[in-house]
C-alpha cells in the first residue's frame, strides 16, 4: 500500500506517493522524475544510484523510501540547483557552468576538467560519492579517495581520472570546496 | 603543432554527464508508458511441446502478450538466423519465448505467471570441442559446424608451404591456447522505448551503437519500410560492442506496434550478465617451426571459435581472427585453418576487438615461448621477425605502412630494456639486401 512520504530533497521539502516496498531510487526517479540517480544493478552493487542521505552516501537502491521520512536527501541535482543557485557570475569567467548557467560543484568542476567521464552513467553517483566524502574529509589522501568511490563501478574504466579530480577538487585546483552546507542535516 | 594533443579538451557531453542531466534510453519516460518483460526458456535446450497465453492476455492491466505467432519476420540479427521470440525448438538458456505489455512490472511479471508452457528439456552441449565431434547433440538442424562459403569446415589461409619451413626448421613448438567468456556489463543495461507517433511511424529510442544496421535488420521484422521506422540514438551509458547486437529493441517495437501505446523494455541486471551477447570462447592451436637464429620458419595454426546458439556476429569475429592470428610477423609458409561451432550457450556478440585480441593473446604467448625454445629475448624475436613496410601480409596484402619496430623500440626505451645496437639502427622501412641481414 502506497503512502505519502515527507522528506528533504536538496534543501527542499519534497512530499510524494511510495509503496512500502519501493527503494528510495525508483522513488526519485518514477515518483519525482529526478533521472539523476541511475539504476545499474538494483542490488547495491554498483552505485550508479549514490545519494546522499543525512550526510552519508548511500545506494538508493537498498534504502526503502518510506524509511527517509523527515530526513535529508541530495541528489547532483542539488549541487547546482540547491546549495548553490544564484545568477551567474559577470565577467568572463573561465570556470565552466551548468547547462542552466549556475556554477557547479568543485568535483563537478574537476570531473569534467580531467575527462573523468566516459559514457557517463556512474557520473551522478561518482559525484555524490565524492562530495559526501569531501564533506568530511576535505584533505584526504589517494588512497583514502579510492576507497571512498570503491563502492562506484565505471564500466569504461575511468577510475584513475577519477581519483585525481577529487584530490584535485580537495586541494581548490578549481574553486574551494564549499561548507558542508544542510547536507548533513 | 597540435590543437589538442597534451592539452586538457573538455568532452562536448561533459557538463551533462557531471550534473546528471545527460539523457539515456533508461531515462525516457512518456505519458502511457507500459513495461514490457519476457517468458525466457529456461533449459539449454527445449522443444516447447505448447504454449497457451490466453491466461496472461486477460490478466489485470495486461495489454498485449505475443509468441512467434505475433511476428511478421521471426527472424533478426546481421546473419539473420536468430528468432526473436523462439520456435519449436530453444537453442539456449533465456532465449526470449512470449513477451508481455502491462501497465506495470507486477502486472507483466504476474502475466508471466499465467503463461502454461510445456516444455521437453533436451540433451544440450555446451562444450565446443564436444559440439564438433561425430553424434553430439545438435544444436540446430543443418548441424553444429558453420559452413564457410556454404561447403567448407574451415576458413582457410595457405601462404608458401609448411611442410618445407617444417624441415627447414631447428625446433618444433606446440601452444593449445583457450579464452572464455567474457559479459561486456555496461552500467546501463539494454533498454529500449517504443512508441507509434502520429503519423504513424513506430519510433524507438535505442540503445544500439549501429543504429541503421538495427533500423535496416528489425524493418526486416516489423515488415515496415524505412520511412516507416524511425530510430532515436544518443548516449549510451556503455556499450563495448554489445550494443551491436539487438536485445530488447525488436521486442518492444512489436509491443508498441500491438498495444499502440509506448512500451519500455529494459533488461534487468541478471538478464544482462546472463542472456544477452558476450565475447564467447576460443580455443587456439599453434605449431611453429623456428631456426636457432630466431627465424620462424613455418606455422599452423587450428582455431576453434565457440559461436553460441546462432551467428550473431560470430562469423565477423571469425574473419577478423583468421586474418590477423598470424601476428605482426613474416611468416613464408602458413596456414590457418578456422572452424566456428554452434553450442547451447548465448550467442556470440562484438566486444572490443573481437576476434583480435583474444588471437593475439594466443600469439604473444607463443612468441614468448619461441624466444625461449632458442635462447633469445622476447624482445628480440619480435625484431628478428617484424614485417617491414612492403611486405605481403598472410592474406596477400601489401603493407603500405608498418611501425612495428619503431614501436619495439619505444616500448624497449619506456620500460627501461637495454636493446643490442644493432636493433636500435634497424626500422620498418623496405627490407634491401643491406639492411637487417638474416632475414
Same mark, same amino acid.
Given at each position: 500500500?502506497?503512502?505519502? !512520504?515527507?522528506?528533504?530533497?536538496?534543501?527542499?521539502?519534497?512530499?510524494?506517493?511510495?509503496? #512500502?516496498?519501493?527503494?528510495?531510487?525508483?522513488?526519485?526517479?518514477?515518483? !519525482?522524475?529526478?533521472?539523476?540517480?541511475?539504476?545499474?544493478?538494483?542490488?547495491?552493487?554498483?552505485?550508479?544510484?549514490?545519494?546522499?542521505? %543525512?550526510?552519508?552516501?548511500?545506494?538508493?537502491?537498498?534504502?526503502?523510501?518510506?524509511?527517509? $521520512?523527515?530526513?535529508?536527501?541530495?541528489?547532483?541535482?542539488?549541487?547546482?540547483?540547491?546549495?548553490?543557485?544564484?545568477?551567474?557570475?559577470?565577467? $568572463?569567467?573561465?570556470?565552466?557552468?551548468?547547462?542552466?548557467?549556475?556554477?557547479?560543484?568543485?568535483?563537478?568542476?574537476?570531473?569534467?576538467?580531467?575527462?573523468?567521464?566516459?559514457?557517463?552513467?556512474? +557520473?551522478?553517483?561518482?559525484?555524490?560519492?565524492?562530495?559526501?566524502?569531501?564533506?568530511? %574529509?576535505?584533505?584526504?589522501?589517494?588512497?583514502?579517495?579510492?576507497?571512498?568511490?570503491?563502492?562506484?563501478?565505471?564500466?569504461?574504466?575511468?577510475?584513475?581520472?577519477?581519483?585525481?579530480?577529487?584530490?584535485?577538487?580537495?586541494?581548490?585546483?578549481? =574553486?574551494?570546496?564549499?561548507?558542508?552546507?544542510?547536507?548533513?542535516? | 603543432?597540435?590543437?589538442?594533443?597534451?592539452? @586538457?579538451?573538455?568532452?562536448?557531453?561533459?557538463?551533462?554527464?557531471?550534473?546528471?542531466? +545527460?539523457?539515456?534510453?533508461? &531515462?525516457?519516460?512518456?505519458?502511457?508508458?507500459?513495461?514490457?518483460?519476457? !517468458?525466457?526458456?529456461?533449459?539449454?535446450?527445449?522443444?516447447?511441446?505448447?504454449?497457451?497465453?490466453?491466461? *496472461?492476455?486477460?490478466?489485470?492491466?495486461?495489454?498485449?502478450?505475443?509468441?512467434?505467432? &505475433?511476428?511478421?519476420?521471426?527472424?533478426?540479427?546481421?546473419?539473420? =538466423?536468430?528468432?526473436?521470440?523462439?520456435?519449436?525448438?530453444?537453442?539456449?538458456?533465456?532465449?526470449?519465448? *512470449?513477451?508481455?505489455?502491462?501497465?506495470?512490472?507486477?502486472?507483466?511479471?504476474?502475466?508471466? /505467471?499465467?503463461?502454461?508452457?510445456?516444455?521437453?528439456?533436451?540433451?544440450?552441449?555446451?562444450?565446443?570441442?564436444? *559440439?564438433?565431434?561425430?553424434?553430439?547433440?545438435?544444436?540446430?538442424?543443418?548441424?553444429?559446424?558453420?559452413?564457410?562459403?556454404?561447403?567448407?569446415?574451415?576458413?582457410?589461409?595457405? @601462404?608458401?608451404?609448411? #611442410?618445407?619451413?617444417?624441415?627447414?626448421?631447428?625446433?618444433?613448438?606446440?601452444?593449445?591456447?583457450?579464452?572464455?567468456?567474457?559479459?561486456? *556489463?555496461?552500467?546501463?543495461?539494454?533498454?529500449?522505448?517504443?512508441?507509434? =507517433?502520429?503519423?504513424?511511424?513506430?519510433?524507438?529510442?535505442?540503445?544500439?551503437?549501429?543504429?541503421?544496421?538495427?533500423?535496416?535488420?528489425?524493418?526486416?521484422?516489423?515488415?515496415?519500410?524505412?520511412?516507416?521506422?524511425?530510430?532515436?540514438?544518443?548516449?549510451?551509458?556503455?556499450?563495448?560492442?554489445?550494443?551491436?547486437?539487438?536485445?530488447? &529493441?525488436?521486442?518492444?517495437?512489436?509491443?508498441?506496434?500491438?498495444?499502440?501505446?509506448?512500451?519500455?523494455?529494459?533488461?534487468?541486471? #541478471?538478464?544482462?550478465?546472463?542472456?544477452?551477447?558476450?565475447?564467447?570462447?576460443?580455443?587456439?592451436?599453434?605449431?611453429?617451426?623456428?631456426?636457432? =637464429?630466431?627465424?620462424?620458419?613455418?606455422?599452423?595454426?587450428?582455431?576453434?571459435?565457440?559461436?553460441? /546458439?546462432?551467428?550473431?556476429?560470430?562469423?565477423?569475429?571469425? $574473419?577478423?581472427?583468421?586474418?590477423?592470428?598470424?601476428? /605482426?610477423?613474416?611468416?613464408?609458409?602458413?596456414?590457418?585453418?578456422?572452424?566456428?561451432?554452434?553450442?547451447?550457450?548465448?550467442?556470440?556478440?562484438?566486444?572490443?576487438?573481437?576476434?583480435?585480441?583474444?588471437?593475439?593473446?594466443?600469439?604473444?604467448?607463443?612468441?614468448?615461448?619461441?624466444?625461449?625454445?632458442?635462447?633469445?629475448?622476447?624482445?628480440?624475436? @619480435?625484431?628478428?621477425?617484424?614485417?617491414?613496410?612492403?611486405?605481403?601480409?598472410?592474406?596477400?596484402?601489401?603493407?603500405?605502412?608498418?611501425?612495428?619496430? #619503431?614501436?619495439?623500440?619505444?616500448?624497449?626505451?619506456?620500460?627501461?630494456?637495454?636493446?643490442?645496437?644493432?636493433?636500435?639502427?634497424?626500422?620498418?622501412?623496405?627490407?634491401?639486401?643491406?639492411?637487417?641481414?638474416?632475414?
Amino acid at each position: 500500500m502506497s503512502q505519502i !512520504l515527507r522528506f528533504h530533497l536538496n534543501g527542499n521539502p519534497a512530499e510524494v506517493m511510495a509503496g #512500502e516496498a519501493e527503494t528510495l531510487l525508483d522513488t526519485l526517479r518514477e515518483g !519525482l522524475g529526478l533521472t539523476s540517480p541511475k539504476c545499474g544493478c538494483n542490488r547495491g552493487d554498483c552505485g550508479a544510484c549514490t545519494v546522499i542521505l %543525512n550526510g552519508n552516501a548511500v545506494k538508493s537502491c537498498t534504502v526503502l523510501a518510506l524509511t527517509v $521520512e523527515g530526513k535529508s536527501v541530495w541528489t547532483v541535482d542539488g549541487l547546482v540547483d540547491g546549495e548553490r543557485a544564484g545568477e551567474p557570475e559577470g565577467g $568572463e569567467s573561465p570556470a565552466p557552468r551548468s547547462l542552466s548557467g549556475h556554477k557547479l560543484h568543485p568535483v563537478q568542476t574537476a570531473f569534467h576538467e580531467y575527462g573523468a567521464p566516459q559514457c557517463g552513467y556512474c +557520473t551522478p553517483g561518482m559525484v555524490m560519492a565524492a562530495v559526501a566524502f569531501l564533506d568530511r %574529509n576535505p584533505s584526504p589522501t589517494e588512497e583514502e579517495v579510492k576507497d571512498a568511490l570503491s563502492g562506484n563501478l565505471c564500466r569504461c574504466g575511468g577510475y584513475k581520472k577519477y581519483v585525481q579530480a577529487v584530490m584535485a577538487a580537495a586541494r581548490g585546483e578549481f =574553486d574551494p570546496l564549499p561548507e558542508r552546507s544542510g547536507r548533513n542535516v | 603543432m597540435y590543437n589538442s594533443v597534451g592539452k @586538457r579538451v573538455p568532452r562536448y557531453d561533459g557538463i551533462g554527464h557531471v550534473t546528471g542531466r +545527460t539523457q539515456y534510453v533508461s &531515462d525516457v519516460k512518456m505519458p502511457g508508458m507500459l513495461v514490457c518483460k519476457t !517468458l525466457r526458456c529456461p533449459y539449454h535446450k527445449a522443444r516447447i511441446r505448447s504454449i497457451d497465453v490466453s491466461e *496472461a492476455r486477460t490478466s489485470p492491466g495486461v495489454y498485449a502478450v505475443i509468441t512467434k505467432d &505475433d511476428v511478421p519476420h521471426n527472424l533478426f540479427a546481421m546473419v539473420p =538466423d536468430h528468432h526473436v521470440l523462439a520456435e519449436e525448438i530453444t537453442r539456449y538458456r533465456g532465449q526470449n519465448i *512470449a513477451a508481455v505489455a502491462a501497465a506495470s512490472r507486477d502486472a507483466a511479471l504476474d502475466a508471466l /505467471a499465467r503463461i502454461r508452457i510445456e516444455y521437453e528439456e533436451l540433451e544440450p552441449v555446451i562444450d565446443p570441442e564436444e *559440439a564438433i565431434k561425430d553424434g553430439a547433440p545438435q544444436v540446430r538442424p543443418e548441424g553444429n559446424n558453420h559452413l564457410f562459403d556454404g561447403n567448407s569446415l574451415t576458413r582457410r589461409i595457405r @601462404r608458401g608451404n609448411v #611442410e618445407e619451413g617444417f624441415r627447414e626448421a631447428d625446433f618444433i613448438v606446440e601452444g593449445r591456447y583457450t579464452t572464455p567468456s567474457q559479459e561486456h *556489463a555496461p552500467l546501463e543495461t539494454c533498454c529500449t522505448v517504443a512508441y507509434v =507517433d502520429a503519423p504513424g511511424r513506430l519510433v524507438i529510442h535505442s540503445k544500439a551503437q549501429g543504429l541503421y544496421f538495427a533500423q535496416g535488420d528489425l524493418a526486416n521484422v516489423f515488415q515496415l519500410p524505412l520511412n516507416r521506422l524511425k530510430f532515436i540514438g544518443g548516449t549510451i551509458g556503455g556499450g563495448f560492442g554489445g550494443m551491436n547486437s539487438i536485445h530488447t &529493441d525488436h521486442i518492444a517495437g512489436l509491443l508498441a506496434l500491438a498495444t499502440g501505446r509506448p512500451v519500455r523494455f529494459a533488461l534487468t541486471r #541478471e538478464e544482462e550478465m546472463l542472456f544477452s551477447t558476450i565475447r564467447t570462447p576460443w580455443i587456439f592451436r599453434i605449431r611453429d617451426g623456428i631456426r636457432r =637464429d630466431g627465424v620462424i620458419t613455418a606455422r599452423q595454426v587450428s582455431v576453434l571459435h565457440d559461436c553460441g /546458439a546462432y551467428t550473431e556476429l560470430g562469423l565477423y569475429a571469425v $574473419e577478423k581472427n583468421a586474418n590477423l592470428i598470424a601476428g /605482426a610477423n613474416l611468416i613464408r609458409n602458413l596456414e590457418v585453418d578456422s572452424r566456428m561451432v554452434y553450442t547451447n550457450k548465448m550467442p556470440s556478440g562484438s566486444m572490443r576487438g573481437f576476434g583480435v585480441n583474444v588471437g593475439q593473446y594466443a600469439e604473444q604467448v607463443q612468441l614468448d615461448r619461441l624466444a625461449h625454445t632458442v635462447g633469445i629475448s622476447p624482445m628480440e624475436i @619480435r625484431f628478428i621477425n617484424a614485417f617491414h613496410t612492403g611486405d605481403k601480409n598472410h592474406t596477400g596484402n601489401e603493407l603500405a605502412s608498418v611501425s612495428t619496430i #619503431e614501436t619495439l623500440q619505444k616500448v624497449a626505451a619506456m620500460s627501461g630494456q637495454t636493446l643490442p645496437e644493432k636493433y636500435l639502427a634497424w626500422s620498418s622501412a623496405p627490407l634491401s639486401p643491406n639492411t637487417n641481414s638474416g632475414k
